[in-house]
């Protein structure tokens, strides 16, 4: 064993018995072996608790927790709770890491002589239905100050939201808990990991395998709780202009990718038409200034352009693309 600072890995569990023994497989075949592996079993109505269970049995580092389903915040937070290690990381049920997930996270620790308390890697985009990967990394690796994570992230310029892909401090949730009943919880917990930070670890290699499945919170069908991302965004967006006044920009970008993302989702639905109305007006009012900012990517553009002529239009435009989308993937 080349060190003895113990390492949690976090993994909240909720009926997905389809993917559990995956994900199991990878985080049991880490080259760096000194690791505490903490299933949150969340009221799974499947066979996932008994998978988890069937899995302890084989590995002594390996702690189960049934509890009453109360969602992937509670989960995660009970993870921190119950958990030893003098680093934390979380891995998610249905996705799955690569052999040295763990080490190579350290590594990017050691290398800066543990002077930064959080080490970020990039994901491995896997679509379910076809196997398809894409790298959203770049294979480099450098420092980065908190600061400069977080407009990183407003920007999705290689740096992501997601509560995985990361291995940090115990120290560092302390102060930061996941928000229990709400939906885009690593938005609402992220950039606090961030701005923590003095410098940050980053290797920008997809050492993280995550898994876009037709079914999933993200990409499933409309629900009034998705709502929630707007909640969590505006609440980052204030933080982040209140603490980096000079990011208020790049915060704003965020709101409007949540809002064109959300406002995605909703164009079938009979539901929160208020909502969608309300979402259209915050569009339109930040228009100008958003298309001013050059780091606006090019997407945001093409949907303000798009929606300047009408949301008939928009919605033709994207429900058209995709389908167009789906079916690349598909080949």
């Known amino acids: 064993m080349r060190d003895d600072k113990l390492i949690s890995i976090i993994v909240p569990i909720y009926n997905v018995e389809k993917y559990l023994q995956r994900c199991l497989d990878s985080i049991r075949a880490q080259t760096y072996e000194n690791i505490e592996i903490i299933l949150i079993d969340d009221g799974a109505t499947d066979m996932s608790g ?56 350290y590594d990017l620790l050691k290398n800066t002589h543990f002077q930064s308390p959080l080490a970020i890697c990039s994901l491995m985009n896997v679509y379910s239905e076809t196997g398809k990967q894409t790298n959203c990394g770049n294979n480099t690796e450098t420092i980065l100050s908190g600061h400069d994570c977080i407009e990183k992230m407003c920007y999705h310029d290689l740096v992501d939201t997601c509560a995985y892909a990361k291995l940090g401090k115990r120290e560092l949730y302390r102060q930061v808990k996941f928000p229990v009943g709400k939906l885009f919880e690593d938005i609402g917990t992220t950039y606090l990991l961030f701005a923590q930070c003095e410098t940050v670890a980053c290797g920008f290699k997809p050492k993280y395998y995550y898994v876009i499945r037709n079914d999933s919170i ?59 109305k309300q979402i259209i007006k915050f569009l339109r009012k930040y228009r100008r200034k958003v298309l001013d900012n050059p780091r606006t990517p090019r997407r945001d553009r093409m949907a303000f352009y798009l929606l300047a002529s009408g949301f008939p239009v928009y919605k033709t435009f994207w429900k058209t693309y995709n389908f167009l989308k789906k079916k690349s993937y598909l080949k």
């Open 50 to 105: 008994k998978i988890a269970d069937q899995n302890a049995e084989q590995d002594k580092r390996i702690n189960v927790i049934h509890q009453s389903n109360a969602g992937l915040s509670a989960a995660r937070n009970r993870g921190i709770d119950q958990s030893r290690g003098e680093y934390l990381t979380f891995i998610d049920s249905d996705d799955y890491i690569a052999a040295d997930y763990v080490e190579y996270l």
């Open 218 to 276: 993200v990409t499933g069908n409309f629900k009034l709780s998705k709502l929630d991302l707007l909640e969590m965004t505006d609440q980052m967006a204030e933080y982040v202009g209140e603490k980096y006044p000079d990011l208020k920009e790049a915060a704003l970008r965020r709101q409007v990718y949540a809002r064109f993302s959300t406002l995605n989702q909703m164009l079938d639905t009979s539901q929160a038409r208020v909502q969608r």
